[in-house]
C-alpha cells in the first residue's frame, strides 16, 4: 500500500460534508479521493465502476437501509475498507457488527479520523 495510492470514496448526502472531507483526505500524501455520492444507488455506481481501496459512508445515507447498502458493497468489491461515520456514538455496536471496518464519530477531531484510517493501512503494509 505504501507505493499506491489510497483510493478513497466518500458517500455523504451532505455537499458540505462531502467538500470538507475531501479537502482534509486529499491533503494527505498518497490518499486521493476518486468520488462522492450522495445516495446509496451513486455510491454502488462508482463502486461498480472501480473498486475502491477505501469508503467513507455516512450511516443516514439516503436510498437504501444501511445493512443492506454495506451487503451490497461487500459482493461488489470484498476487500475495500468500509470505515462508518455518525454523529450517534450509540450506534458504534451496531455499525461494526453490520461488518463496517471502523466506526468514526462525526463530533470527533479531523485528526482522529485520519488516525484511524492510517491504522487501517498500516495494518497491511
Known amino acids: 500500500m505504501a507505493d499506491r495510492l489510497l483510493n478513497i470514496l466518500i ?27 450522495e445516495d446509496a444507488q451513486l455510491l454502488l455506481d462508482h463502486i461498480r465502476l472501480g473498486c475502491p481501496d477505501l469508503v467513507l459512508l455516512d450511516w443516514e445515507l439516503p436510498g437504501m437501509p444501511v445493512t443492506e447498502l454495506l451487503a451490497a458493497i461487500r459482493r461488489a468489491c470484498p476487500h475495500l475498507w468500509v470505515v462508518f461515520m455518525s454523529s450517534k456514538d450509540e450506534l ?13 464519530y462525526k463530533a470527533d477531531p479531523p485528526e482522529k479520523l485520519l488516525e484511524l484510517i492510517g491504522g487501517l493501512v498500516k495494518s497491511v503494509e
Do not use: M
Open 92 to 104: 458504534r455496536q451496531t455499525v461494526l457488527q453490520a461488518g463496517a471496518d471502523i466506526f468514526a
Open 11 to 37: 458517500g455523504d448526502a451532505q455537499p458540505r460534508v462531502r467538500f470538507g472531507l475531501r479537502l482534509l483526505l486529499e491533503q494527505q500524501p498518497g490518499w486521493r479521493v476518486i468520488g462522492e455520492a
